[in-house]
């Protein structure tokens, strides 16, 4: 099983939808997780980090089940700009972060 | 206050050759870290910094190494080089271990 693992999707959603995507991770033992969106040809960028009480961010929530050792981001409202890969990152047991290979929206008129 | 600051920006070198790529973490950041991405692949895991010591290492040939500073500036260094080699090349730095990472705009490096 690989340590970090995300749908890849693609996911196209007409301006307006809700939207969720899912990150898995393999060690339980895993200490801390962030959203990170990426452009195309860009660098990644920190979206939000995510709290075991779950947390907001204007259009953005993030939650964290760590019984089934899932994290998970849900868009509302979603914008032409929201189009990017979304990054799910994992702080391993050992301070060493992890990163899935993304999960790509696309945001259509 | 400034970025993650990485370079040379694009690189372009030939097989067999060596090439050294350079990253400036945020001031005060003590971690490093070291990505590749290869086009239209996901960000794999090169290597990590911290207090100038290699913490931990991807899966990836001894001919990529590196070293951090005492100022925690940080070098990769690719010898070597494999068509295979062409990529994205991110470098991120943290404040604590573990904490939220913060990424230069990396170098794109080709190898013809």
């Known amino acids: 099983r690989k340590e970090v693992e995300q749908d890849p999707g693609p996911f196209n959603v007409p301006e307006g939808a809700t939207v969720a995507f899912n990150c898995t991770y393999s060690n339980s033992a895993s200490q801390s997780f962030f959203w990170y969106r990426q452009d195309c040809r860009k660098e990644p960028k920190l979206l939000m980090s995510?709290?075991?009480s779950g947390n907001e961010d204007g259009r953005f929530t993030a939650q964290l089940n760590r019984a089934s050792q899932y994290i998970s981001l849900l868009i509302r409202d979603s914008k032409l700009s929201d189009s990017a890969t979304y990054l799910c990152v994992v702080n391993m047991y050992n301070n060493d972060m992890r990163f899935g290979a993304g999960t790509r929206l696309t945001v259509k008129p | 206050e400034a970025g993650v600051t990485q370079s040379p920006t694009h690189l372009i070198k030939t097989r067999g050759q060596q090439v050294t790529l350079r990253c400036s973490p945020i001031s005060g950041h003590t971690s490093v870290y070291w990505y590749q991405q290869a086009l239209g692949l996901g960000l794999q895991f090169l290597l990590w910094y911290d207090e100038g010591e290699e913490r931990n290492r991807g899966n990836f040939p001894p001919r990529f190494s590196g070293r951090q500073f005492p100022n925690y500036s940080s070098e990769l260094n690719v010898n070597a080089l494999e068509l295979e080699d062409s990529a994205l090349y991110l470098c991120?730095?943290?404040?604590?271990?573990?904490?939220?990472?913060?990424f230069g705009p990396g170098t794109r490096l080709t190898v013809l």
């Open positions: 991120a730095s943290s404040l604590n271990r573990g904490g939220e990472q913060f």
């Open positions: 995510v709290y075991s």
